[in-house]
């Protein structure tokens, strides 16, 4: 079905193309772009300051309320707010209180998670040491 | 005798849940009992057509199973345990690494995909790929039984519906029109889409606009790390649409000027189709099912080349004779993907089976 289309023709005007247009290096390559707010990276390695950092925010904000204090000048404004936020309970508030039972459940998993990796930490130093008095005892004998 | 269609998940509008579904049909057409279930049924499924796993009945020796291997899932493992001769349908498993960077999930979910493959091996008694490709997939997995290639059925005449105004009237100028329709994923690339993009509008025609249509759901560290790559390139009329309606992605498809795929692995590539039943042309990088899928069609990039990708679009957008010839090799591969081919390719190999 290809007989129809020169792909040779093409190919040729393409590269003369490309030469005369005289392509610049591409300023940034993909594999240079930062994937800041990614949480879900993997392959990374251990990073005990991440670690500690995120598992203090979660310490700090594993709960929230379902009672949002409203603020406004506008009285009617403030009413209505109110009104809806009462009809709105029955469906919002029992999900805050399930995302709040999640996410202490996640944080007391994690809690567990870093008391093992310091008792992990105790048992690198352990190592590091038994293995330096196994070398020693080496060139002793 | 029976006929049941298992899979994890049957999703609506999706390639393999609408390939699910139409086999389900032409099993009904063939006159035998047949049913889907499914562990996941999304909610625009119409009701009645699917149940879930738990309502699956004990199949006796004679039924026959056909399972649609796509993921990793429970079910690749329990699959052993139900009775039946089982049909397996692979669609393909994106191969994990691609994800490694990304996410944990993802990657975690091709990983047991792919173990899938090789445990499936002794408990299909028969298997459909999508492609050669897939087919061969199976084949280095170590298969013994036998692989047909039946190409997922795709339902052509919901294109016919209208598209969404709202979006054609936003974009309807004279701005090339770079469209890729697929999920945001590392697979697919579409960081080479950009920069093909890049080329094209720097050197070739600053009055363009990409269009990468597409859910980023499950692969927002790429999307952010795509949206990363467009800042930095300092590049205008990107729009990458997320999850939208089906009208609109026909909207996308009517506005394009060329559709591109740079993708590094497909089982299949349903929009190459699709992209064809809109008359749009296609410059694809002809690697895994890609090639296979496009045949003697669209224009091939053997070599993965940013700016060859660029040259190629501009050759297609400006010599009018190369474009109309390129649509017309495209409308006689699609014909080979009709749904009547398929049909009549799904009930003979079915009857075989059955015996």
Redesign the interface.
């Known amino acids: 079905m290809s007989e129809n289309i020169n792909i040779e023709e093409i190919m040729k005007e393409i590269r003369q193309n490309i030469k005369d247009r005289g392509y610049d290096k591409v300023p940034v390559s993909f594999e240079e772009i930062e994937m800041k707010n990614s949480v879900l990276k993997i392959g990374t390695g251990y990073n005990s300051d991440e670690f500690i950092n995120e598992l203090e925010f979660l310490d700090g904000n594993c709960t929230t309320s379902f009672h949002v204090p409203i603020a406004g000048g506008n009285p009617i404004s403030v009413f209505i707010k109110k009104v809806i936020r009462k009809m709105t309970r029955f469906i919002v508030a029992p999900l805050v209180d399930f995302q709040n039972a999640y996410n202490v459940s996640n944080l007391k998993c994690m809690n567990q998670v870093s008391e093992y990796i310091s008792e992990m930490e105790k048992y690198k130093i352990k190592i590091e040491q038994l293995e330096k008095e196994l070398k020693e005892l080496k060139e002793k004998c | 005798m029976r006929i049941i269609q298992l899979l994890p998940t049957l999703s609506y509008g999706d390639g393999v849940g609408n390939d699910v579904i139409a086999i389900d049909q032409i099993i009904k057409e063939m006159g035998y009992k047949t049913k889907i279930y499914a562990e996941n049924i999304d909610s625009r499924i119409k009701k009645g057509l699917a149940e879930k796993v738990e309502k699956m009945p004990e199949l006796n020796p004679t039924d026959i199973m056909i399972y649609h291997l796509s993921t990793g899932t429970v079910l690749n493992d329990k699959l052993s345990g139900y009775f039946g001769r089982k049909l397996v349908v692979y669609h393909n498993v994106t191969p994990a690494h691609f994800f ?6 993802a ?1 975690r979910l091709c990983e047991r995909g792919r173990a899938g493959i090789h445990k499936l091996r002794d408990v299909a008694d028969y298997c459909w790929a999508d492609s050669e490709y897939n087919k061969q997939e199976l084949l280095e997995a170590g298969y013994r039984c036998k692989i047909d290639v039946v190409p997922i059925v795709i339902p052509f005449d919901d294109y016919k519906r209208e598209p969404d105004k709202t979006v054609l009237k936003k974009y309807e100028d004279d701005f090339v029109n770079f469209v890729f329709v697929g999920r945001i994923a590392p697979n697919k690339k579409q ?1 080479d889409v950009i ?1 093909t993009f ?2 094209y509008k720097k ?2 025609q600053p009055k363009a606009r990409l269009f990468l249509v597409g859910s980023y759901q499950g692969s ?2 790429y999307y ?2 795509l949206c ?2 467009i800042k ?2 300092e590049l205008t009329d990107v729009y990458i649409t997320g999850h939208i309606k089906f009208d609109e992605i026909l909207s996308y498809y009517r506005l394009a000027d060329v559709f591109l795929c740079m993708s590094e692995h497909e089982g299949f590539c349903i929009p190459l189709l699709e992209a064809m039943c809109f008359q749009v042309p296609i410059v694809a990088y002809a690697f895994t099912g890609v090639k296979e899928t496009l ?3 669209g ?1 091939k990039l053997y070599e993965k080349d940013c ?2 990708a660029a ?2 679009i ?2 297609l957008v400006e010599n009018k004779e ?1 474009r109309e ?2 649509i ?2 495209q409308n ?2 699609l014909e080979e993907f009709s749904y009547e081919k398929i049909r009549e390719q799904i009930i003979s190999n079915l009857k075989g089976f059955i015996g």
């Open positions: 490694r960077q990304y996410s944990r999930n990657y960081e920069l890049y080329y050197y070739i927002e560290a952010e790390r990363g790559y930095r390139l045949g003697y069609a224009l700016r060859v040259e190629m501009h050759m190369l010839k390129v017309a090799q006689v591969r």
